[in-house]
């Protein structure tokens, strides 16, 4: 009897060790905060792209690079659903060649225009937990116009002129990717992002038809905020009236 007792004891504690070990597996952090850096590869693509090009002969809509930074937010949860939020500077723009026949120092113009953006994304997680979480995203890139510079090089010479006012100062771009995410440490992880947006309104004054593209390629290191949960919390707690 004795001994009997004793196995049932011991399952009893071997069961509650393994619940407990389950549940701090299953649970987790929802919230997270960190920094954000990258390299934008932009350019500008609708109708009046080439009818407001300078050169006869040109190579338009080469790929410029830019800078990605700032910082964002990412709920996660364990049903795979999230989203995020980020708020980053963004170097955008285009690079203009002119290839006519003759010219030995080809002239240059590259156009930056440079963006406070807010990406809003819609995030779906491949596996619910684990050391290496996945996930794929769609959502809407709203961004506001800091600055603009059109540098032009060529023939020995180089300038620079400020174009901030033909360019509109609202931009809004739909994007999608995805985000491979891997935990570091204790509520630290460590996240590369691949996505590519595609802008839907005109963003210069003097044509109507000039639109964003950009790819994005950027590193990020998230750190847990708040409490973490478990399952069968609220989603979203409510303090009660």
């Known amino acids: 009897m ?28 929802r919230w997270s905060f960190g920094p954000r850096v990258g390299v934008n590869l932009t350019n500008f693509v609708g109708s009046d792209v080439i009818a407001r090009n300078p050169f006869p002969n040109v190579e338009a809509n080469r790929l ?35 290839n006519a026949p003759g010219v030995r120092d080809p002239q240059t113009i590259v156009n930056r225009v440079n963006y406070l953006e807010l990406p809003l994304t819609a995030r779906y997680f491949l596996n619910r937990s684990g050391n290496f979480r996945p ?31 033909l360019y509109r100062t609202a931009d809004l771009g739909l994007t999608a990717g995805f985000q491979l995410n891997w935990r570091t440490g204790d509520r630290q992880r460590f996240t590369v992002d ?5 802008g839907v309104t005109n963003i210069v004054t003097n044509a109507t038809d000039v ?5 994005t390629v950027g590193l990020g290191y998230n750190f847990g905020i708040g409490r973490e949960y478990q399952p069968g919390d609220r989603k979203l707690p409510i303090r009660p009236r």
Do not use: C, W
């Open 2 to 29: 004795n001994r009997i007792k004793h196995m049932l004891l011991l399952a009893s504690v071997a069961g509650t060790f393994f619940h407990s070990q389950l549940a701090q597996a299953q649970s987790r952090q």
């Open 64 to 98: 410029t690079p830019g800078l990605s930074a700032g910082v964002g937010f990412l709920y996660s949860d364990i049903s795979r659903f999230g989203f995020g939020v980020d708020l980053l500077y963004s170097q955008r723009g285009n690079e203009l060649k002119n």
């Open 135 to 165: 996930s794929v995203y769609v959502g809407a890139i709203p961004a506001l116009r800091l600055n603009a510079r059109e540098k032009a090089s060529g023939n020995g010479v180089t300038y620079t002129n400020d174009v901030t006012s």
């Open 194 to 198: 691949a996505r590519y947006t595609q």
């Open 211 to 215: 639109r964003n593209q950009m790819i």
